[in-house]
């Protein structure tokens, strides 16, 4: 079993910042890719940002130069930096990852979510 679970999320004003953290663990063999997607309500879930195992990123076109992706994987542990956070920023965001078990099975999986709200 793998498991993701995230941390970090909560209420900010507009400007501040906020840093999300996502865990994976269970019978892990290698975490491939990982990403933080988001989704507000009413619309569909988006990308955020992505991150290689080599330390290759991408970020969608709303977040770049004000947020940073980064993972540390001795600790099989996922970042989010999120500064000067903007109202649009408000959503629930999820961690993703793609991991081979240690059965060399390859799956996608999903954290719960956590929200961020940035507002007065």
């Known amino acids: 079993q793998v498991q993701l679970v995230e941390s970090g999320g909560g209420l900010v004003q507009p400007g501040g910042s906020l840093r999300l953290s996502c865990t994976a663990s269970?019978?892990?063999?290698?975490?491939?890719?990982m990403g933080w997607y988001r989704q507000a309500p009413g619309k569909q879930r988006e990308l955020v940002a992505a991150?290689?195992?080599?330390?290759?990123?991408n970020f969608a076109d709303s977040v770049k130069g004000r947020f940073t992706i980064s993972r540390d994987n001795a600790k099989n542990t996922l970042y989010l930096q999120m500064n000067s956070l903007e109202p649009e920023d408000t959503a629930v965001y999820y961690c993703?990852?793609?991991?081979?078990?240690?059965?060399?099975?390859?799956?996608?999986?999903w954290g719960q979510g956590t929200q961020v709200t940035a507002s007065l």
């Open positions: 993703n990852a793609d991991i081979t078990n240690t059965r060399l099975t390859r799956a996608n999986y």
């Open positions: 269970g019978s892990i063999f290698r975490i491939n890719a």
């Open positions: 991150i290689t195992s080599g330390g290759t990123t």
